[in-house]
Each structure stands twice: as C-alpha cells, then as structure tokens.
C-alpha cells in the first residue's frame, strides 16, 4: 500500500471520528429533505443525492424526500402540444396540464428517485418508497387563493390559478409507518394533493416539504435548490438567519425572486415546530452530509 493510499485512509477515519457528535445529534432523527431544481434532472447527480439518502438512513437518521419537477412537467407539456399560461411566475394548472402534471410528478420522476434510492440501498436492503399525496390522505388541500394589484386601476384582483392547491393537513401516519417499519423504507413524496371533493390538485413542492415537516416534528428541512443559499448585498453565503431576519431579508430586498418562496417556506416550516430549516446547493456533492455532519454546514439555515 501506498503512503497516499494509506494517507486518504487516516484522513477518512479522522473525518468519520469528527462527524460522531453530529451523527449522534441526529439519531433516530426525522429530516425532510425537498429535492428539486435542475440538479434532479441530471443522473449522476441524482444518483449521488439517493446514495446519500441511503447512508442517511444507514447513520440512523429518518430522511423522508420531497421531490419537485417543474422543467419536468414544463418538457412533457411541449411534448403534448399543451400551452402553459403563467401569472406572476405560477403556472396555471387547468384539467389538461393537471393530467399531465399528476403523470410527470407521481409516475415517471417519483418513481425514478425511489428506485434510484432502492438500487443505491441495495447490498442494505434499503428501499424507496414512492407515494403522492393521494395516498392515504397524506395530504388534503384546499383551491389556493392568490390576488394581483390591476396594473390600470391599482386594485387587488382574485387570481385563479386552477387546479393549484394548498396543504389543508398533513396526516402522517402512512409516512410513519414507514419510517418506523422493521425495513428500512426512505418514503418518496410527490406534491400532488386531493380536496375533500376528491379533486386533484398540484402543489408547490417547497410548501409540501414544510407542511410534512412541520407535521412529522422533523429536526431538520433542508431545502435542496440550485444556489448556495441566501446572499448578501456583497455575494457571500449568510449561514444563519432568525425568522425575524429572514422576514427582514425578504423586506430590504436581500433575499429577491425564487429565493423569496424559498425563505417563507423555511419560516413557515419553524413556525409549524422545525427546529431548523436550510437552504442549500443541490448540485454539490454530498451536500446534505456536509450541512448535518460538519460544524459549518452548507447553506442557510433558518431558526427561531
């Protein structure tokens, strides 16, 4: 053997022997993770994030994954000859996208990341599960309301986005069971929710991994995206903000655009009983394993 070899092998075990506070801090732990961006569409990339999703579960943590699929969803629409109409950047879901959406999110992308989960836990018997919110009432929705100022007249106008639901409650119980089943099951979440009508309805991916963190008393929301975090005026990563500084990122303008759903979800989600929420860059190796085993972590984090 090397002295290299035998080099990277004393600085694995180092790095293993400093993570343990860490792993022992999230034992039996439950942490919701929101997968999503355009990290999700590349398959090394996921398939590194469902390797480590399964040593997460193997260290003792309770992951439970929520993944997104908008470029998904916006592809297979070209595909179908279906228009997308947006408003102040949501799509509107009218009965067709809706079929097409329900197809992309539940069929084709929920069951990829499961069974990428399953072969990456193989040789452990580590298996994903793939569910919606369909199932089980997991997650019962109401019509989500939005308003817009008329540009002309300057008053608050109803917008309706159709088919686009809001979690009305989240019943945890099937996701228990499986995360506390003798097997070790990793539950895959698609957000697509039913009224008590029985209508399907599309959801904001980051509002369902707050709504299921906040119902399952997660430790952690970690909020996969593709940007390190939450910038400064100067550029560089602030690694943790107060609600109320996250509240005041959003109003000076700190926080602009895709970040500021971002930033109220991880509000929302403390709010509902999270300990912490992150942010962070789905498209780095390891990510997830860097924010919850190193002293830095990788991202923002969002506390009381």
């Known amino acids: 053997m090397s002295d290299s070899v035998e080099e990277a092998g004393w600085a694995t ?9 860490y792993i022992q801090r999230y034992d039996r732990e439950k942490v919701v993770i929101k997968y999503g961006g355009h990290a999700m569409g590349e398959e090394q990339v996921a398939k590194l994030f469902a390797a480590d999703a ?34 102040d ?35 452990a018997d580590v298996r994903g599960v793939g569910l919606s919110g ?18 002309g007249s300057q008053l608050e106008q109803v917008v309706d986005l159709g088919f686009v639901g809001e979690p009305q409650k989240v019943d945890p119980q099937l996701l228990n069971a499986l995360i506390h089943a003798e097997q ?7 957000p697509i929710g039913v009224a008590k009508d029985g209508q ?38 602030i690694r943790k903000l107060t609600v109320a500084q996250a509240f005041a990122a959003i109003e000076d303008g700190t926080a602009t655009g895709g970040m500021i759903p971002k930033l109220e979800t991880a509000i929302a989600a403390v709010d509902a009983g999270v300990e912490a929420a992150v942010i962070l860059d789905g498209r780095r190796p390891h990510a997830m394993l860097v924010e919850l085993f190193t002293e830095h972590g990788a991202g923002t984090m969002v506390t009381k």
């Open 134 to 151: 369909k199932d089980a009432r997991l997650i019962t929705v109401t019509k989500a309301r939005r308003t817009r100022k008329d540009p």
């Open 13 to 21: 075990a180092k790095t293993l022997a400093e993570a343990l506070p």
């Open 200 to 237: 399907t309805y599309n959801i904001n991916a980051d509002t369902v991994a707050g709504a299921i963190a906040g119902a399952l008393g997660a430790k952690r929301m970690l909020l996969l995206t593709d940007v390190k975090g939450v910038l400064d005026k100067n550029g560089e990563l």
């Open 54 to 87: 399964v040593l997460l579960k193997l260290l003792g943590v309770l992951p439970v994954v929520v993944h997104g699929g908008g470029p998904q969803i916006s592809a297979m629409l070209d595909r179908a000859g279906v228009k997308s109409t947006f408003i």
């Open 89 to 123: 950047g949501l799509r509107v879901t009218d009965a067709p996208t809706m079929e097409v959406a329900e197809m992309v999110l539940s069929g084709a992308i929920n069951k990829e990341i499961a069974s990428w989960i399953t072969q990456a836990g193989a040789e």
């Open 184 to 190: 070790d099951y990793i539950p895959v979440v698609a």
